[in-house]
């Protein structure tokens, strides 16, 4: 009570409430809690400094606007439009970006780059180029401005364009890795390779990105720089060595140039860090495969099923595993379903002309045969089917002039000596294994002439058959099916296919493949797949190129890893 009379006394005296600190009081009675008294003691120093720096505030506002008039800030909500944006709220991020645009007369800066934005997510590129073209001219000396112009333009296509604008922002920015990444981007969309290595390497120096190694793997890949491609993918699997795609683009790589151990290394590690990269997945089904091992691989396919259950190379390869295992219904039905994912892919054409060449459906074989013929018309294995299959529907005029257009396009005198000698070898494995094994007169007519024509010496497996060939006139169907339609014509065809597993290495444009294989996704061939520039393709999406090698079966098929 005494206290409160203290207090009561001193208002009536001075007529007003005091504002400074309350005066020191007795409380050996009566003592508050320290806590309270120190919460209450800072509060009261807390009003007393915020009164009097409002009093300040408020005297310089005056004077200030006795001088000049107040100026609107055009950078006060700048923070509210960023903090939307990164909370991915767009709609209210506009409204905001609206209503400070209306009060600064459209000369907020950030605002209109984070509209800009906003628009290119939407895919609105032009607009989104138009705003951010304002955004140069508000601040010309803003290399991020020129940086977002330029983009705009990649995206458009405009890749000469855009080069000149990525040019303009390194001349304000200097080593900036994203600068010169884009414009090993855009020089290789024009295909100017060298250009692109060079600022690829540039933006290495500056900063190692796993984007750019890929990136400069696929223009060395393009370049047919395979070697120096293999050089970089392992340079990048030692700068990011859990990075599946690159494990998997060097494992393809290597299974491109025969070398399998590397090959299965890479992809077992690709595999370890992703058990579901099915891009590893098929590729080492399709290195089981091409090996015979056509339950393995296809219990690889399983799992890469899970993942991509409609990609036209695993149905491809499923229904070459078919084929491999003499289960030609069920071969042709995935071939089928591969065909409807991708009707264009002439690899998937041929394994089905393969296959209904396989059956006796002559008819059916010429119809995806001539379609694959279309779509590749510089193959000459095509062709050599094509006259088959021709041959058999007894079209001799066409299928003579399908023999000579697949000379034409395969006269590689070399190779063909070394298919000469492979059947020769299979011949003399037969020989030594089966002592009364027959040969077809007309096939070993055929084999002199060849061997005629190559100018190989002739050897006694085709001169001398047998001296008691002549003695058993059935000796020709020794090595005929029984009930087989085709007489000679069935060994001609076996003999042809049986060459034709020598397999040559062909181009191809996506992925590595040996014998039966042929890649699954384009990876090298970026150019039917561009990437932007911050995610390079890959690829698109990884690259590819077939390399096929020679295989035990006497029909090649094109498996697709």
Sequence with gaps: MATACSVDNSKMADGSVATELPVAIDTKKRRAPKGTWLARDIVALATGRISRLAETLKEKTKNKS??????????????????????????????????????????????IYVQALILRL??????????????????????D????????????????????????????????????????????FIKDFKHAEEHLNIALQINKHDKTFMMLGKVHLLAGETDKAIEVYKRAVEFSP????????????FLQLGKYQKAFEHLGNALTFDPNNYKAILAAGSMMQTHGDFDVAMNKYRVAACAVPESPPLWNNIGMCFFGKKKYVAAISCLKRAHYLSPFDWKVL??????????????????????????????????????????????????????EQAVALDDDKKGAL???????????????????????????????????????????????????????????????????????????????????????????????????????????DVQKAPSLPIDPPGPTELAQSDNPKPRTSKRRTKVED
């Design 66 to 111: 006795s001088v000049s008039p107040e100026l609107p800030i055009v950078e006060r909500r700048n923070w509210l439009i960023h903090q939307h944006y990164i909370r991915k709220d767009y709609d209210t991020c506009k409204v905001i970006i609206k209503e400070q645009l209306q009060e600064t007369n459209g000369m907020c800066e950030y605002a």
């Design 242 to 253: 859990e990075n599946t795609e690159l494990l998997t683009t060097l494992g393809l790589l």
């Design 122 to 143: 939407e895919g609105k590129i032009q607009q989104s180029l138009e705003l951010f073209q304002s955004c140069a001219i508000l601040n010309p000396s803003s290399a």
């Design 418 to 524: 070394d298919q000469y000698q492979e059947m020769e070898r299979k011949v003399n494995l037969l020989r030594d294994g089966c002592t009364n094994f027959e040969f077809d007169p007309e096939l070993m007519d055929m084999a002199q002439k060849m061997g005629a024509a190559l100018q190989v010496s002739e050897n006694l497996v085709w001169t001398k058959p047998g001296k008691d060939s002549k003695s058993k006139p059935n000796s020709a169907a020794a090595i005929k099916p029984p009930g087989a339609p085709l007489g000679t014509n069935q060994a001609l065809g076996q003999a042809m296919s049986s060459a034709a597993s020598y397999n040559k290495n062909i181009q191809l444009p996506t992925g590595v493949s040996k014998g039966p294989t042929m890649p699954f996704e384009p990876e090298p």
């Design 350 to 403: 041929y394994n089905l002309g393969l296959v209904h060449l396989t059956m006796q459906q002559y008819a059916s074989a010429f119809h995806f045969l001539s379609a694959a013929i279309n779509l590749n018309p510089r193959m000459g294995e095509l062709y050599m089917l094509l006259a088959v299959a021709l041959t058999n529907l007894e079209d001799v005029e066409n299928a003579s002039r399908a023999y």
């Design 145 to 188: 401005n020129l940086k977002q112009v330029a983009r705009s333009l990649f995206l458009l296509g405009k890749h000469k364009a855009a080069i000149e604008f990525y040019h303009e922002a390194a001349r304000l920015c200097e080593k900036d890795w994203e600068i010169s990444h884009n414009l090993g981007l855009c020089y290789f």
